[in-house]
């Protein structure tokens, strides 16, 4: 069975500070995919990233980067500079790969509420 | 691109009462997921089609719930006899089928159940 542990249930940062939210994950698979999704208080959820199990090379975008680490099965997010927008809930969620390596549905973890303050 | 819409965004109904939701997809994606978020918690899955077939269902899935997609293209979850306990955030999301496919949520359709 896949378990995704978001331990970070309420993380508080001032402005411009980095904050890193971290996710573990448990799956017998050796393909899967790993996202984090962010759901700001609208409740929409919007796709942040997506992360193949083959690829452990690290991603940055602008001021959010990627540390996915096979070897402690985790998959962690860092924020930098943080702003006031950035406030929201974010969701790491893992996905199996079928036999034709599309993904299957999404096990998500509880999530990590992020508050920036001005 | 129209993203995932969901109808309506609220529903207030009494318990025992009937509550249907429809969920239209991203056009062209082919496949369409039900998942259920209560507060606090990370959404979970209920079901999932490829085109007009039900391919999976969630134990959550009790027998009240039922899913259709009739034409592969838009969704309606429905709920008979509502009880307390589904009040919740019902979302829906849609991706093309692909290698290493990624979903994408509509807007959700909260319901309370009285």
């Known amino acids: 069975a896949q378990k995704v542990t978001q331990a970070q249930t309420e993380i508080s940062v001032v402005e411009k500070e980095d904050v890193t939210l971290d996710c573990v994950y448990e799956?017998?698979?050796?393909?899967?995919?790993l996202f984090w999704y962010k759901q700001p208080p609208s409740g929409e959820l919007v796709f942040l990233i997506r992360r193949n199990s083959f690829d452990e090379q690290n991603e940055i975008s602008g001021r959010y980067s990627w540390n996915f680490q096979k070897s402690t099965s985790s998959f962690n997010f860092t924020i930098t500079a943080s702003q006031v927008v950035d406030s929201a809930v974010y969701f790491c969620a893992l996905s199996e790969a079928t036999s034709s390596g599309s993904a299957r549905q999404l096990t998500f973890g509880s999530g990590t509420q992020l508050t920036v303050l001005p | 691109d129209t993203g995932v819409s969901q109808d309506p965004r609220h529903k207030i109904t009494k318990r025992g009462q009937n509550v249907t939701f429809r969920c239209d997809p991203i056009?062209?994606?082919?496949?369409l997921y039900w998942y259920r978020q209560t507060l606090g918690q990370g959404p979970e899955f209920l079901t999932y089609?490829?085109?007009?077939?039900?391919?999976?269902k969630s134990r959550l899935l009790s027998d009240r719930f039922s899913a259709e997609r009739p034409k592969g293209s838009f969704s309606t979850l429905e709920i008979q006899r509502t009880e307390q306990g589904d009040s919740a955030m019902y979302l829906c999301?849609?991706?093309?089928?692909?290698?290493?496919?990624?979903?994408?949520f509509g807007p959700g359709t909260r319901l309370t159940v009285l």
């Open positions: 056009s062209e994606h082919n496949r």
């Open positions: 999301a849609s991706s093309l089928l692909m290698v290493a496919d990624t979903q994408y």
């Open positions: 799956t017998r698979d050796t393909t899967y995919y």
């Open positions: 089609f490829q085109n007009e077939a039900q391919l999976e």
